[in-house]
């Protein structure tokens, strides 16, 4: 009896020890406050020596209710201790210094020094006013005056998207990124505010003059995304002598939405492209104040990746954007297919689907549709996040524009990753007994030549084949056809594909960035010192084309222009020039698509 009741014991204090972690787990993930933590100590504790003295001699009843009272005492704690809004910080140390006070032209400003002080950092600039009440859906009108000095030292609010509980996030961080660090300092949640439109800049610390300036439009699919993460912060190139903004802009619904009420509503006839208008507002703030951060603004570079590189690949024939920039930068997306295959639509299309949505929320006009709480209708992002052809930010699909030789952009520097669908295709992989369907369903009349180019008779091979469509047909023949435009058009463009693997993302959909931002953790162990040396390569070749719209440099590998738009540098391992891959599919989507090109 005695040995049954010791291993009943042992028994118990492995299940209690297991949840307990558990429930930190929980918590840590959650990002809940230190409260929590506290409280599940003590409570789990207390509950311990309870259980041990007077419980564990009680019927099963008894101990149900024991183990049921603690995880509802967990779930208490979990509610009330839920991590707070908070706004995140220019720079994570305590009392940073700040900088000298600004003037532009809405009023005064200071913001704050990196830790060393190499890196001057003013972050939340309004630069639109806020797209709220009657501004909702409207052109972004120019940002008001302020009073006093603003203190620009933390980013302003995401813009309103679809957001996901703490826990999803961090797991996320884990299973996708591999990159994740139990810390009580991120016990918090970033806001989200239909007001957003905000940008940030990174230059070197003290009088500069005349420096070359980067301007990064981020990713998201226009549904998510904020200008601020890590990855892509604009300090890795402030470092080697360039001022580098980025900007929040209306995303889903607020952003893309289209309605003909809009169209007779606005003194331009414009609907849809709201977000791609607050980009250009922003691009029109730089050219207007860049100069007292000691910027040039007529050295201006545009880049983006993903959704922000499909944006930039828009502004590139934007008759709105002419002059605004001088070179553009894009990762992984263009819209200059015949038939974009992401990020765009038709006016048409657009109008049929904001009339839908109307529908759904019993709304008789756009007034009414103004009304709704913002948290109400956030959740249409995923139908309403394409651009368009306006008639005002866009008079011709890029297609079209690049075929009349109008376009904005006087160099070109752009490539893909060699694995950017493994991302998009987590739960959507195909197997043998339904590549053939995919592939027929997607292609039709294209689908045969398809599968004689890639066949398989493997469920590995139907994965991997199509995993490379569907990567190929999405970002890959998209910069295919950006390149052929260029050299059309006589625009010298020079063209990357990155392959490097490593602890974190490797060539994954968007993994590029952290190197070509300068940004690889200096304490990370998921890079070695050959994806150090790689960023420090990539990073000196967009500094020599944001400086000159030459990538080379001393010392550098020659990156030749892609003449024949089959010549790409490939950044990985290896670091050199090679023939791109795909050419006899691109081939069979020219046909797909309609392609002409002469």
């Given at each position: 009896m005695k040995n049954e009741k010791r291993s009943?014991?042992?028994?118990?204090?492995?299940?209690?020890?297991?949840?307990?972690?558990?429930?930190?787990?929980?918590?840590?993930?959650?990002?809940?406050?230190?409260?929590?933590?506290?409280?599940?100590?003590?409570?789990?504790?207390?509950?311990?020596?309870?259980?041990?003295?007077?419980?564990?001699?009680?019927?099963?009843?008894?101990?149900?209710?024991?183990?049921?009272?603690?995880?509802?005492?967990?779930?208490?704690?979990?509610?009330?201790?839920?991590?707070?809004?908070?706004?995140?910080?220019?720079?994570?140390h305590k009392n940073p210094v700040k900088t000298d006070i600004v003037t532009v032209k809405n009023g005064q400003?200071?913001?704050?020094?990196?830790?060393?002080?190499?890196?001057?950092?003013?972050?939340?600039?309004?630069?639109?006013?806020?797209?709220?009440?009657?501004?909702?859906?409207?052109?972004?009108?120019?940002?008001?005056?302020?009073?006093?000095?603003?203190?620009?030292?933390?980013?302003?609010?995401?813009?309103?998207?679809?957001?996901?509980?703490?826990?999803?996030?961090?797991?996320?961080?884990?299973?996708?990124?591999?990159?994740?660090?139990?810390?009580?300092?991120?016990?918090?949640?970033?806001?989200v505010s239909e007001d957003s439109l905000y940008l940030n800049i990174w230059k070197p610390a003290g009088m500069q003059e005349d420096l070359p300036v980067i301007v990064y439009v981020h990713g998201g699919s226009l549904q998510t995304g904020q200008p601020w993460y890590a990855d892509y912060s604009g300090e890795g190139l402030a470092r080697e002598g360039v001022i580098v903004v980025n900007m929040g802009y209306r995303l889903g619904v607020f952003g893309f939405y289209a309605d003909e009420e809009l169209i007779n509503e606005s003194p331009v006839g414009t609907t849809g492209n709201y977000g791609l208008l607050d980009q250009i507002e922003a691009l029109r703030w730089v050219q207007e104040n860049i100069a007292a951060f000691g910027g040039d603004p007529s050295n201006v570079t545009l880049a983006g990746e993903s959704a922000g590189s499909a944006s930039v690949s828009a502004l590139c024939v934007s008759p709105l954007a002419k002059g605004l920039f001088k070179r553009a930068v894009l990762e992984s997306s263009t819209v200059v297919p015949v038939n974009p295959t992401h990020s765009f639509r038709s006016l048409k299309d657009a109008l049929k689907s904001g009339a839908a949505l109307k529908k759904k929320y019993g709304c008789s006009n756009v007034s009414e549709m103004r009304e709704?709480?913002?948290?109400?209708?956030?959740?249409?992002?995923?139908?309403?996040?394409?651009?368009?052809?306006?008639?005002?930010?866009?008079?011709?699909?890029?297609?079209?524009?690049?075929?009349?030789?109008?376009?904005?952009?006087?160099?070109?520097?752009?490539?893909?990753?060699?694995?950017e669908s493994d991302a998009f295709l987590i739960f959507g992989h195909a197997k043998l007994k339904n590549y053939e369907g995919m592939v027929k369903g997607y292609f039709g009349k294209y689908a045969e030549e398809v599968l004689k180019l890639y066949p398989a008779v493997t469920d590995e091979e139907a994965k991997d084949n199509w995993r490379e469509i569907w990567g190929a047909v999405f970002f890959d023949y998209p910069h295919y056809c950006l390149n052929r435009m260029a050299v059309r058009n006589h625009i010298p463009?020079?063209?990357?594909?990155?392959?490097?693997?490593?602890?974190?993302?490797?060539?994954?959909?968007?993994?590029?960035?952290?190197?070509?931002?300068?940004?690889?953790?200096?304490?990370?162990?998921?890079?070695?010192?050959?994806?150090?040396?790689?960023?420090?390569?990539?990073?000196?070749?967009?500094?020599?084309?944001?400086?000159?719209?030459?990538?080379?440099?001393?010392?550098?590998?020659t990156?030749?222009?892609?003449?024949?738009?089959?010549?790409?540098?490939?950044?990985?391992?290896?670091?050199?020039?090679?023939?791109?891959?795909e050419h006899e599919l691109f081939a069979i989507l020219d046909k797909w698509q309609g392609w002409m090109s002469k």
């Open positions: 009943l014991s042992i028994g118990f204090q492995i299940a209690f020890a297991l949840v307990f972690i558990l429930m930190l787990a929980v918590l840590e993930l959650n990002k809940n406050t230190l409260v929590g933590f506290i409280t599940i100590i003590i409570v789990s504790g207390s509950a311990f020596m309870v259980y041990l003295k007077r419980i564990s001699r009680m019927r099963w009843p008894f101990k149900a209710m024991f183990w049921g009272s603690w995880l509802v005492l967990f779930a208490m704690t979990l509610f009330f201790t839920w991590p707070p809004v908070r706004a995140i910080k220019a720079v994570d400003l200071r913001g704050v020094l990196s830790e060393d002080g190499i890196i001057e950092i003013y972050a939340g600039i309004p630069y639109a006013k806020s797209p709220v009440g009657e501004l909702r859906w409207k052109a972004p009108e120019p940002a008001e005056d302020w009073k006093g000095v603003l203190e620009a030292d933390e980013f302003a609010p995401m813009s309103m998207q679809p957001t996901h509980l703490p826990i999803y996030n961090s797991l996320a961080q884990i299973i996708g990124f591999h990159d994740y660090k139990i810390s009580l300092k991120d016990n918090f949640t970033p806001p709704i709480k913002a948290e109400d209708i956030v959740s249409a992002a995923d139908s309403e996040h394409h651009i368009t052809v306006d008639g005002y930010a866009l008079i011709k699909t890029p297609y079209e524009s690049y075929l009349a030789g109008e376009m904005n952009e006087a160099e070109i520097l752009h490539g893909y990753n060699r694995r463009v020079y063209q990357y594909y990155f392959t490097k693997e490593n602890g974190r993302l490797g060539p994954w959909h968007s993994g590029e960035e952290v190197y070509l931002y300068g940004n690889i953790p200096g304490d990370s162990n998921l890079y070695d010192e050959t994806d150090r040396n790689l960023s420090k390569i990539m990073k000196s070749y967009f500094l020599n084309f944001a400086k000159t719209g030459d990538p080379n440099g001393e010392g550098l590998p990156w030749e222009q892609n003449l024949s738009s089959s010549d790409v540098m490939e950044f990985g391992t290896n670091i050199s020039m090679i023939e791109e891959r």
